[in-house]
């Protein structure tokens, strides 16, 4: 079974040690009425090198469980905050 990939916001970091909270919005039309609506989910993220800064827009991937929350992993920074 092929692993998730989410591609989302960096919400905080620097609070955790080797953590971050990674959040995705996501948008969906009604299937009757078609009108588009908005939800937002965060994720806990492993992050070993402490890389990840507030605003980043990073790729993840799913792993095993790394503690309660952590059950996704960083593989790489698609934009840092500096480049918005």
């Given at each position: 079974?092929?692993?998730?990939?989410?591609?989302?916001?960096v919400?905080?970091?620097?609070?955790?040690?080797?953590?971050?909270?990674?959040?995705?919005?996501?948008?969906?039309?009604?299937?009757?009425?078609?009108?588009?609506?908005?939800?937002?989910?965060?994720?806990?993220?492993?992050?070993?090198e402490?890389?990840?800064?507030?605003?980043?827009?990073?790729?993840?991937?799913?792993?095993?469980?790394?503690?309660?929350d952590?059950?996704?992993?960083?593989?790489?920074?698609?934009?840092?905050?500096?480049?918005?």
């Amino acid at each position: 079974m092929p692993r998730k990939e989410i591609v989302g916001t960096v919400k905080s970091a620097g609070k955790m040690d080797k953590t971050v909270v990674l959040e995705v919005q996501t948008k969906e039309p009604h299937g009757k009425y078609g009108k588009y609506t908005q939800w937002t989910k965060s994720f806990k993220v492993h992050d070993p090198e402490n890389v990840c800064r507030t605003g980043d827009v990073i790729r993840v991937v799913e792993c095993r469980p790394l503690s309660k929350d952590k059950k996704f992993q960083l593989v790489s920074v698609v934009k840092t905050a500096a480049d918005t």
